[in-house]
């Protein structure tokens, strides 16, 4: 599963959940772009691939936190653990900062 990742409704990469991990691609125009800036300290636009056991922790601040997170899975039918799936059904309009997802 994939999703587009935009940054003030800029396409800026994918990141996808495979079996046993997450890969973050920036896009190639983006990554060409000299006045575009990365989304996260952790996740520099000097390498163009991440790869990580656990959903990255900059993605992983997308989401809600604590009683608004279990009645977000709540209302939605999702698995507490499944933070990809919240962060598709959560991260597409309403976020803390200017990146959001949205699916292909």
Known sequence: MRVKVLQDKIFVGILEKQADEYIFSYNEGFMNDETSKSISLTLPKKQQRFRSKYLFPFFYGLLAEGVMRKMQC????????????????????DTIGNVTVELF
């Open 74 to 93: 709540q209302k939605m039918k999702i698995d507490e653990n499944d933070y990809f799936k919240l962060l598709i059904k959560t991260a597409n309009y």
